[in-house]
């Protein structure tokens, strides 16, 4: 028996798409970064893009095993600091503006920096180092997909590196087949799993190497 409430969700995004034809898919997809003058090489961590799929899109939100296992150094880390308040962890937001017009601007995103003078910072700092040459979990790739008010939700985390724009095709590429169940995430990643030992070979566990995921946002 159908989900009434998932079917009237569904109903709304096809909805959603069918009024917004005007909308730009540049290669039937819409990419949000930016990938030129980043190192070739680099280990990538998470993307997301929007693209179409039969009469509705779809909001495409990948990360690496890697970045799962970088959540659960985080996550076990927290668990160990619940004495130490967050409240001040970090200063005031600083917004970024973009013009929209010779006197107007619009707050696009907000920077944070981070309040490191703070014994709470450096306590917070030294349990999460503890944690990462201590945790060993195992991440295996999985398939999220949801309903939205405006397009198909789809989490999917998946040992691919998306490093330029062809990459980030061919991720594409792949969701759409499995939303259409042409192929399993078992079938292209069989016995796939993401543990301490490929941390170390990536040289993440040297502390100070996870601090920063790169990625400049196109407008």
């Given at each position: ?156 985390c998946a040992p691919i590196e998306i490093r330029n724009q062809t990459d980030l095709h061919q991720l594409v590429a ?46």
């Amino acid at each position: 028996m159908k989900n009434p409430y998932v079917e009237g969700l569904k109903l709304r995004a096809k909805q959603y798409h069918r009024t917004r034809r005007g909308d730009y898919f540049e290669g039937g997809i819409k990419s949000f970064h930016l990938y030129d003058g980043l190192p070739p090489d680099r280990l990538s961590w998470w993307d997301d893009v929007t693209f179409i799929l039969n009469d509705y899109r779809v909001a495409l939100a990948w990360h690496h095993p890697r970045m799962a296992f970088e959540d659960a150094i985080d996550d076990e880390a927290l668990r160990l600091a619940v004495d130490i308040p967050f409240d001040n962890f970090m200063h005031e937001g600083e917004p970024v503006y973009k013009p929209i017009g010779k006197s107007r601007k619009k707050i696009i995103h907000t920077t944070y920096r981070s309040s490191s003078q703070t014994n709470e910072y450096e306590r917070w700092q030294d349990m999460r180092r503890q944690v990462m040459q201590s945790i060993n979990v195992e991440i295996t790739p999985y398939l999220k997909p949801s309903w939205g008010q405006f397009s198909r939700i789809v989490y999917l985390c998946a040992p691919i590196e998306i490093r330029n724009q062809t990459d980030l095709h061919q991720l594409v590429a792949m969701t759409r087949r499995l939303l259409k169940r042409e192929m399993t995430l078992s079938e292209i990643f069989p016995n796939y799993q993401y543990t301490r030992a490929d941390w170390e070979r990536e040289g993440l566990n040297i502390v100070g190497t996870t601090d920063l995921h790169i990625h400049k946002v196109g407008l």
